[in-house]
């Protein structure tokens, strides 16, 4: 499975945003621009490297089960 380059913005985005909004009130935004890149790249990594593996892991058990050839009637 692939992931996209879009999908890795979006979760870096996210973290960064939030990151950054939660430590304005306590050192300013300036302060806290660089700790929010920080965490905006260790979770796009985090979701670039796990996601494929997590997709793969979840597509094995949707496969329907096996169901074994009809018997020929004697």
């Known amino acids: ?3 996209e ?9 996210i973290a960064g945003i939030f990151t950054l ?7 300013g935004f300036w302060t806290a621009l660089l700790p929010s890149l ?3 790249l260790l ?5 670039r490297l796990l996601m494929p593996w997590i997709i793969g892991w ?3 058990g949707a496969q329907p089960p096996k169901t074994p050839p009809d018997e020929e009637k004697l």
């Open 1 to 3: 499975m692939r992931v």
């Open 5 to 13: 380059w879009q999908e890795v913005a979006i979760v870096a985005a």
């Open 21 to 27: 909004v939660a430590q304005i009130p306590q050192v």
């Open 38 to 40: 920080a965490m905006a």
């Open 43 to 47: 979770a796009a990594g985090a979701y």
């Open 58 to 60: 979840a597509a094995k």
